[in-house]
């Protein structure tokens, strides 16, 4: 059973430039969560998504950031106009269910703009 | 003031020591708390769930203080492959995850 998958795993941008970071969650996951680590810094909720639905985007910057999750295929992040500050760690977990505690994280992008 | 707060170390200890951290959160509503691990670089892990009553698993220890809202771990008989950088974690919702910004334990031979 192959764990949460993301990628690119490493992603260089230039400021401007739109940024696309995918996830697929684990089999027979449906509830996916984006989490942002900057340098120094924990992991801060951002999205969590389920199939077709934003359940809870509070954690979002209300410009430039958006997110998916569509009936076929990965969850997707996207990041327009990035700047500098969205130079970060991405990271993608998946549930099967809310009350799961335990969600299951993925390896992560690494965004960085230059 | 931050929801999940951390020492962040680094704490430099010998094989074979005992080492222990702290780290408070501010929600005195939070019900789920854990402990994750995470190596340079790469994704957080699930080392413990933290339980009122204190638990055990294996070498670590978790500990929770409700009145005084902090969670510790102790690592007993360190070794090498303990080193990393250890997440307290707090459920603040059914589904949302809050992590401190966690403390570096290197354990050196």
């Known amino acids: 059973n192959a764990g949460v998958m993301q990628n690119p795993r490493h992603l260089v941008r230039r400021r401007g430039q739109e940024a696309r970071l995918r996830c697929s969650p684990m089999?027979?996951?449906?509830?996916v969560y984006w989490y942002r680590q900057l340098p120094e810094e924990g992991l801060k909720f951002m999205v969590y998504?389920?199939?077709?639905?934003?359940?809870?985007e509070s954690g979002m910057p209300k410009e430039r950031f958006s997110a998916e999750f569509p009936k076929e295929g990965p969850s997707i992040l996207r990041i327009q106009q990035v700047v500098r500050g969205d130079s970060a760690a991405y990271f993608c977990?998946?549930?099967?269910?809310?009350?799961?505690?335990?969600?299951?994280f993925g390896p992560g992008t690494r965004l960085t703009v230059t | 003031r931050k929801e999940v707060e951390q020492d962040p170390g680094p704490f430099n200890v010998p094989e074979g020591a005992t080492v222990a951290f702290n780290c408070t959160y501010s929600n005195s509503a939070s019900q789920s708390f854990f402990w994750y691990r995470q190596d340079c670089r790469k994704e957080p892990k699930l080392l413990m769930s933290?339980?009122?009553s204190g638990n055990e698993d294996g070498r670590f220890t978790a500990q929770l203080n409700r009145a005084s809202q902090y969670i510790s771990l102790l690592i007993r008989d360190s070794k090498l492959s303990d080193s990393a950088t250890y997440l307290c974690v707090v459920k603040v919702s059914s589904y949302k995850l809050s992590f401190g910004a966690g403390t570096t334990v290197t354990v050196r031979a």
């Open positions: 977990a998946s549930s099967p269910r809310t009350e799961s505690y335990e969600q299951y």
């Open positions: 089999k027979g996951h449906s509830h």
């Open positions: 933290v339980y009122s």
């Open positions: 998504l389920q199939k077709e639905n934003i359940i809870d």
